[in-house]
T-cell receptor, first 113, second 112 residues
Framework: DAGVIQSPRHEVTEMGQEVTLRCKPI?????LFWYRQTMMRGLELLIY????????DSGMPEDRFSAKMPNASFSTLKIQPSEPRDSAVYFC???????????FGAGSRLTVL | DQQVKQNSPSLSVQEGRISILNCDYT??????FLWYKKYPAEGPTFLIS?????DKNEDGRFTVFLNKSAKHLSLHIVPSQPGDSAVYFC???????????FGPGTRLSVLP
């Protein structure tokens, strides 16, 4: 298995633009998580899905952030409009039901100018 | 309100010596505890874990200790090697491994 695949690896955009980050979880994994890493907060959970259904989105910072999982093999995290304070590394992770170890993707580094 | 704390943002250790990374938590409902290691430009990778029914788990140079009464988790690396230089995150989860909560991380530098 190729692991959790994220794209793009790097994104540089200007304030106000829409940003879409993509994730392909490991096949057969029932849960998908989106995390954001910043210097101040470390790794913070934004949202997670179970069988494509959002379960907990309490970590999503505000309405500018939205996430979808249209099928078991694809998820998106969208920021519209983006702001400089959204600059961070965004990680996607997945795990099968009953397991105890998350597998992370390589991350998408977002810079908003 | 942070449920998981790693009070040392950074730690420097000489090669061959012991590295001790610490983690404190507040939620007594956590059942499973993990350490992840992260190199620059990579995602976090799983290192070692321990369930709440144990107080120690070893894997080669890495040992994790759990003190449930003190709500304290630690990772010992002996002997430390330069390749261990990375950011270490402690993480914990409730039953069935859902809703993982991570600490802010400790950057370990192992000096040759």
């Amino acid at each position: 298995d190729a692991g959790v695949i994220q794209s793009p690896r790097h994104e540089v955009t200007e304030m106000g633009q829409e940003v879409t980050l993509r994730c392909k979880p490991i096949s057969g994994h029932d849960y998908l998580f989106w995390y954001r890493q910043t210097m101040m907060r470390g790794l913070e959970l934004l949202i997670y899905f179970n069988n494509n259904v959002p379960i907990d989105d309490s970590g999503m910072p505000e309405d500018r952030f939205s996430a979808k999982m249209p099928n078991a093999s694809f998820s998106t995290l969208k920021i519209q409009p983006s702001e400089p304070r959204d600059s961070a590394v965004y990680f996607c992770a997945s795990i099968p039901y009953g397991a105890n170890v998350l597998t992370f993707g390589a991350g998408s580094r977002l810079t908003v100018l | 309100d942070q449920q998981v704390k790693q009070n040392s943002p950074s730690l420097s250790v000489q090669e061959g010596r012991i590295s001790i990374l610490n983690c404190d938590y507040t939620n007594s409902m956590f059942d499973y505890f993990l350490w992840y290691k992260k190199y620059p430009a990579e995602g976090p990778t799983f290192l070692i874990s321990i369930s709440s029914i144990k107080d120690k788990n070893e894997d080669g140079r890495f040992t994790v200790f759990l003190n449930k009464s003190a709500k304290h988790l630690s990772l010992h690396i002996v002997p430390s090697q330069p390749g261990d230089s990375a950011v270490y995150f402690c993480a914990m989860a409730g039953n069935y491994g859902q809703n993982f909560v991570f600490g802010p991380g400790t950057r370990l530098s192992v000096l040759p």
